[in-house]
Structures are given as C-alpha cells and as structure tokens.
T-cell receptor
Framework: GEDVEQSLFLSVREGDSSVINCTYT??????LYWYKQEPGAGLQLLTY?????DMKQDQRLTVLLNKKDKHLSLRIADTQTGDSAIYFC???????????FGKGTRLHILP | DTGVSQDPRHKITKRGQNVTFRCDPI?????LYWYRQTLGQGPEFLTY????????KSRLLSDRFSAERPKGSFSTLEIQRTEQGDSAMYLC?????????????FGPGTRLTVT
C-alpha cells in the first residue's frame, strides 16, 4: 500500500540544524520529495531525490535516502526564521503520476 | 514563467450550490493535476490530465465532481450540490510531460468553505 508517515512537530533553535524524518511504505517509489508550505501559501517544491540515489545536497538542504529502511530525511543547515513552515514528505511512483503526501511536519524556530 | 495560478483564491458557498474553480498551469506544461487538502492533512490526489485527456481519477472524486481541460491549457474543477465535507483547499499543479513529469509545481490553491 501507499502511505507516508512523518512526525507532526519539530522545534529547533535558530542557527541549529533541523532534521525532518519520514518513512514510506511503497518499495516501488521512484521519486521522493520534500515540499514546503508557508501559512496561506501553496506548496513549494524544495527538492526531490530519485530512488537510486542515497544523498542529494542543495545549498542548505541535504536529503538522505535509506531505501532498505524506506526512510527519507531532510536536513536544513543553519535554520533561519524564514524556514518556519510545514514540510511535506511525498513519494511518487513510476506507474502513475500522482504524488502521495505525508501529513506534514510543522517546523517551529526558537529564538 | 509566471507559475500556476488559480481562481478564485477563496470561495464561500451554501450547501447544495454548485461551484467551479479554474487553474492555469505554467505555460508549456502539458500535465495538470488536481489535489485536495483538508486541515492538518497533506494534499490528496484527485485527478490529472495529459493535455486534454483525463488519464486518472481518484476514488475520492465522487460523481458530484467533474474536471475538464478542453483545449489542453487551463482546467476547471466543478463540484455540484456541495456538501460541508467538501470544504477544503483545492490545489492545482502542473508539470512538463515526458522526462520531467515528476516535477510538479503547485498553485496557491482555492479555499472552499461550504456553509
């Protein structure tokens, strides 16, 4: 079946690293995504990783994929107040085009 | 590249009324998707189009819902005889076909409130 799970809340001090974790169930997932949603705004595609990759880095963002454990993480280095948002983990399958989203992790930045 | 746009941004309607939403995808994106997001949840897939062809519909899309993309550009999502359970954010996304279909870019959404 298709299911994506992630913790609902994370609090991090400004300047520290944030690590948001996610697990998915469909072993045939081909693409794993991180989307960001700020209050009142749509979803912003932050980054994605193909299932044949272990890691992807893009400026302050690092995505790690453990395909064996079906575990995906997003690390945000030097977390800033502008990073405060809901982060959605999602999986996409080759066999169809829909993206399956988790419920989102609300990242709260402490001063 | 102006991004995906949706209209209206907010819609309040009485139960039983029909509503129609519009989505304009990024130009030259031939795939268009509709998702629904309720409070505290992630978006859920409703349907998608490749050009004007509707290729997949979720079981969430009851027969009160209909989506069209007549000329392969903008799309409309109509809900007939709205119910309070239809209250949600309706999100549209688009992507290039073929090699880059997996990069789905979302619009700001239409928030529907059914009273």
């Amino acid at each position: 079946g298709e299911d994506v799970e992630q913790s609902l809340f994370l609090s991090v001090r400004e300047g520290d690293s944030s690590v948001i974790n996610c697990t998915y169930t469909d072993s045939s997932s081909t693409y794993l995504y991180w989307y960001k949603q700020e209050p009142g705004a749509g979803l912003q595609l932050l980054t994605y990783i193909f299932s044949n990759m272990d890691m992807k880095q893009d400026q302050r963002l690092t995505v790690l994929l453990n395909k064996k454990d079906k575990h995906l993480s997003l690390r945000i280095a030097d977390t800033q107040t502008g990073d405060s948002a809901i982060y959605f983990c999602a999986e996409g399958l080759d066999r169809d085009d829909k993206i399956i989203f988790g419920k989102g992790t609300r990242l709260h930045i402490l001063p | 590249d102006t991004g995906v746009s949706q209209d209206p941004r907010h819609k309040i309607t009485k139960r039983g009324q029909n509503v129609t939403f519009r989505c304009d995808p990024i130009s030259e994106h031939n795939r268009l998707y509709w998702y629904r997001q309720t409070l505290g949840q992630g978006p859920e897939f409703l349907t998608y189009f490749q050009n004007e062809a509707q290729l997949e519909k979720s079981r969430l899309l009851s027969d009160r819902f209909s989506a069209e993309r007549p000329k392969g550009s903008f799309s409309t999502l109509e809900i007939q005889r709205t119910e309070q359970g239809d209250s949600a954010m309706y999100l549209c996304a688009s992507s290039r076909g073929l090699a880059e279909f997996y990069e789905q870019y979302f619009g700001p959404g239409t928030r529907l409130t059914v009273t």
